[in-house]
Structure formats: C-alpha cells, structure tokens
C-alpha cells in the first residue's frame, strides 16, 4: 500500500528533490528512493507528470550494461560524469527517447533509467502527444512512451533537474514506498552485458499496473 505523509504545505521549490538526494553514491538506494517520487515536465508551458513506478540502476565502474562502462567518456555520455542532478536522454532504435537521471558525484559515471511512471498531470495533453483515446498503463508504462507523454526528447539532455524552473524536474510529493512494496528483478534488454544480465537491478512497486512488461 502506498502511505501519504501528512501534508506540509510544501511549496514547488521545497517539493523538488535537492541536489544531495543525487550526489549519493549509492545508485541503488536512489533506484530504489525514487519509487513514489514524481516526474514532472513543463514543455511550451504545460505541465504533465507522474508517479515513478519502475526504475533501472546503471554504474559505469564495473557494470557492463552501463554506456559508460569502465569508465568510457563519449560525446553521448560525458553528461553522466557531471554531478548528480541532470538528465541524461538518449535515442533507442532511432525512435525511442529515454530518460535518465544522472546520480553521484562528479566524475562517478551512474545514472537511474526511468521505465514507467502512474500517468498523474494533464493526462488530456499525454494522451494526444502518445496519439491514443483510451486512458490506461499503456499511455506510460514504458521508458520510450513516458518520454513521449511527457514532450522528454533527447534535446533536453544535460539540463538541471534541481529547479521549478528547470523543463524537467522530480518531486517529493509525500508517498512512501516501503520496502516491502518493491520488487527486485534482472534488468531489461541487456542481453549483452555478460555477468551483469542476472543483476537485480531494476525496481518495481509491486502490483502496480502502470509497470512495463
């Protein structure tokens, strides 16, 4: 079950995570942390968000699934070794926008993919930038198609997740995700990867309809 907290009156500014929830080292834990946070994109002036229900953790020092592993700097991945607090979105099959949260200090490669979300602000609007009319988990759940719901495209790469400002930004909006409610599993289309396939490195809240397939 999904707990609210008692409400704090929080302002926009005060809900939007603080660069010290990034900088961590543990890219885990945000994995896991960021379960019942809120993603939130401002595109043109419109808002549109939802609840992060699936996540993937990346680390480039020993992670064969990672870009970036050993520690590879290209022009796509430099944004990874920047401080924890940006995006990183990259273009998947020449179609696919998906995006990521850039995590740990700088010079520390690891980043968090966002692979669903409960759709939650302005479903009108994602519903017609996905091109669909019936409301349900297809209109999010999925890295490619939460990208598209929300306007994310791979332009937006590199730009600071830590203001209201900010074209994308992540909220606390007060649910908590025990961990209880969290399922651990192998993570998606990284059959290359080795020993790294098996790594229970994607995070899900169980039950939740709006999780990929």
Known sequence: MIQKKESTGQSLNS???????YIR???LQISRELLGKYLVSNIGGKITSGMIVETEAYRASDDKACHAYNNRRTKRTEVMFQEGGRAYIYLCYGIHHLFNVVTGPEDNAQAV????????DNLPLMQQRRGIQRMGPQLSAGPGVLSKALGITKLLSGVSLLEGQSPIWIEDRNKVISDE?????????????????????????KGSKWTSK
């Open 15 to 21: 809900r939007v995570l603080p660069k010290s929830f």
């Open 25 to 27: 080292d543990d890219v």
């Open 113 to 120: 993919l966002i692979r669903a979300l409960q759709a939650e």
């Open 181 to 205: 409610e969290i399922l651990a599993s192998p993570r998606v289309g990284i059959d290359y990867a080795e020993e790294c396939v098996d790594w229970p490195w994607r995070f899900r809240i």
